[in-house]
């Protein structure tokens, strides 16, 4: 069973930055597409970003594009985002989300993190 373990998050001001990262133990994880998401309070959970099992190929959001970077690191098996240049409206639950189909994991996942927090003052 692959699970999903997520830090990092918090408080920033706008204009700060901030780094999640994502755990994954019980599965091939070099095999793995990887995928964050974020929900809003009252609102639906929304794609963020996603990185290839190979990190050869990565897809952004248009309103994270230039400010967030997915990473990963195989060795570790873990996956990060990079939030940079954040913005009130990014206050979210954010989400790791793991998938053999790099397609799938863009939509609709199998696994996921427990969320994590993210909130920017202005």
């Known amino acids: 069973q692959v699970q999903l373990v997520q830090s990092g998050g918090g408080l920033a001001q706008a204009g700060g930055s901030l780094k999640l990262s994502c755990a994954v133990s019980g599965g091939t994880f070099g095999s793995l597409s990887m995928a964050w998401f974020r929900q809003a309070a009252g609102k639906a959970r929304e794609f963020v970003g996603g990185?290839?099992?190979?990190?050869?190929?990565?897809f952004y959001t248009n309103f994270v594009k230039g400010r967030f970077t997915i990473s990963r690191d195989n060795a570790k098996n873990t996956v990060y985002l990079q939030m940079n240049s954040l913005k009130p409206e990014d206050t979210a639950v954010y989400y790791c989300?793991?998938?053999?189909?790099?397609?799938?994991?863009?939509?609709?996942?199998?696994?996921w993190g427990q969320g994590t927090q993210v909130t920017v003052s202005s």
């Open positions: 990185i290839s099992w190979s990190a050869g190929r990565t």
């Open positions: 989300a793991a998938e053999a189909s790099i397609a799938v994991v863009l939509r609709n996942p199998s696994y």
